[in-house]
């Protein structure tokens, strides 16, 4: 493979394409954007009648939400909720995912019988709809006799977070080098120690990112949330049931947080690849 | 891979390592996947007492019927809402994918990130700017209204278009990244290929591209119609009287009329739909290659 497939020069784009095409994609980028712009613009809008709500009508400049970002006790509650939720779920689905990702991609149907079945059920809980988990979660708590709170909401983001991760490992390791692995068991190594040492080392990248996803899927969760949560409210939830009253301006100051620091993570792990790429 | 415990013992752990490995995962699935979906199908057979909401096995198929003759309207509003928003996100999405995965050249991973932004926002506060945007003084409404492309008393907040557009902005990165990711996977050589056969454009386009990028296609609308499909929170918020979904309906059956066996029927009914389009996909496509696509 050392000649070189000449691939693109054949086809040089004419300028209709080059022109119409990034405009109609800068304008449905714009479109994503747009209400996100809107939320960061008027997280720092001054209200001026005396409930604290956000409205859309831009009544001058303030960081005064900023500052009393934790003045809504039942909100701030929420956030932290939320926040120490996502994290233990992430953790457990992480570790659980990847076990369960490495039992797939390691042995064959023969070796691990079953495996279709795990398969198949993974799927089935990426495309179920969330209304149906949530409602049948509800349903298993209510005839156990759960009381709904914080251990119902974990199990449930566990529940729906595990497949995610799978998946996202699984499709990680298929390229994986086993001769590494191989080279060191002939140099003595332990299965354990290979596995800290060499296997995990390889792989972090795709469980990193399904932890990620793992986290910010029950950070943003709100359907099944709101079947299982009871009375301890996470902070989708909070915000949905805030609807009907009035937001407070807060929401938006917590959620220009969130959106920054996701958007920072995003765009260092795009400076890696970048960087590893090169 | 050297072997020095050749004894039983050391051959049945062996063995057992990737049984060992799912376990947990597998524990944890069954119990809180599978088992509440059986406890689900169990529940719509039950019927209870609306005075003490005590619910005793009756073994009564009638909850089915019962709760479709009541809820069909909203059941076909779902389906025919989260059809319009699905295919509405594959026009809008396959040309900004096709784009990124073709002419993206070095900036892919950003125009990526972009498509992927709505993702940092909660859910919830994405639909409530949305009602902001849209309600009679926002901006949307009052620029529309000053170049007098409306008349003033035209309201979109309450309608069923307002519903359909909040579904389509919600879910379109769903749409987006599947369609991205066959697109990438294309060789281009197939399609200098195509090009030293004398195909033209158009005929490159839909006799290679599009029947490469299908499984995508495929995958994009599973993951966009079937939220889509069991969603509440964007008729809750943007949508009106007239046009209630299913989910709505199964919300306020669990949570406020505590009607668990009515409940129940309801989201089996919903499961079942669901599983039509996931088991032929899983036929046609492979239920492995899901991960893929995400």
């Keep these: 493979m050392t000649d070189q497939i000449a691939t693109t020069p054949l086809r040089v784009a004419r300028p209709r394409r080059r022109f119409w095409l990034p405009l109609y994609s800068w304008l449905l980028i714009g479109y994503l954007v747009l209400p996100i712009g809107a939320m960061v613009l008027f997280s720092f809008n001054r209200v001026l009648t005396g409930l604290p709500q956000v409205s859309f009508q831009w009544n001058g400049f303030t960081t005064q939400w900023y500052q009393q970002w934790s003045q809504v006790p039942g909100l701030t509650a929420a956030f932290w909720l939320s926040l120490r939720l996502a994290l233990v779920a992430a953790l457990i689905s992480t570790v659980l995912g990847t076990m369960l990702a490495l039992s797939l991609v390691r042995y064959s149907p023969r070796e691990f019988r079953g495996k279709s079945f795990v398969n198949q059920t993974l799927f089935m809980n990426i495309a179920a709809p969330e209304i149906v988990m949530g409602a049948s979660l509800l349903g298993l708590f209510a005839t156990l006799n759960v009381a709904r709170g914080f251990t119902t909401l974990l199990l449930t983001h566990v529940a729906f977070s595990i497949a995610y991760v799978a998946v996202t490992v699984r499709a990680r390791l298929s390229g994986f080098d086993r001769t590494l692995e191989e080279a060191a068991g002939d140099l003595g190594s332990s299965p354990f120690t290979t596995f800290r040492l060499v296997t995990l080392p390889l792989i972090m990248p795709g469980v990193l990112a399904g932890g990620l996803m793992a986290f910010a899927l029950s950070l943003d969760d709100f359907v099944a949330s709101n079947f299982v949560s009871g009375s301890t409210l996470p902070f989708p939830v909070w915000v949905y049931g805030a609807t009907r009253v009035g937001i407070p301006p807060q929401v938006f100051v917590l959620g220009t947080v969130i959106f920054s620091l996701g958007l920072a993570c995003a765009a260092l792990s795009v400076l890696l690849s970048r960087r590893s790429a090169n | ?294």
């Design chain 2, 1 to 294: 891979m050297s072997d020095s415990g050749t004894s039983g013992v050391t051959r049945l752990r062996r063995r057992a390592v990737p049984y060992l490995l799912a376990l947990p995962a597998a524990v944890w699935l069954v119990g809180l996947f599978l088992v509440p979906l059986l406890v689900m199908l169990v529940k719509s057979l039950e019927t209870c007492s609306p005075m003490t909401g005590a619910c005793t096995m009756s073994w009564h198929w009638g909850e089915f019927g019962s709760q479709l003759s009541m809820f069909h309207k909203q059941m076909l509003t779902s389906l025919k809402f989260a059809g319009i928003a699905t295919a509405i996100d594959l026009l809008l999405a396959f040309p900004i994918a096709y784009w990124i995965a073709f002419y993206g050249g070095r900036r892919k991973n950003f125009f990526l990130l972009m498509l992927l932004v709505p993702f940092f926002v909660s859910f919830v506060i994405r639909t409530v700017i949305w009602e902001f945007l849209l309600s009679n003084d926002g901006i949307v409404l009052t620029t529309l209204r000053n170049v007098h492309v409306v008349s003033t008393d035209f309201h979109i907040l309450g309608t069923s278009t307002a519903v359909i557009a909040g579904l389509a902005y919600n879910f379109l990165p769903f749409t987006a990244l599947p369609i991205y990711v066959a697109l990438e996977r294309i060789d281009r050589r197939l399609l200098d290929a195509s090009q030293d056969l004398y195909a033209s454009r158009i005929t490159t386009f839909t006799r290679v591209i599009l029947p490469l990028c299908i499984p995508g296609i495929f995958a994009a609308f599973l993951l966009t119609f079937i939220p889509a499909f069991g969603d509440y929170v964007n008729q809750q918020v943007l949508g009106g009287i007239g046009n209630t979904m299913i989910g709505t309906v199964i919300q306020n059956t669990f949570l406020i009329n505590l009607d668990y066996a009515g409940g129940s029927a309801l989201s089996a009914i919903l499961m079942v739909i669901s599983l039509v389009g996931i088991l032929v996909y899983g036929r046609l496509i492979g239920s492995a290659t899901i991960g893929e696509f995400l």
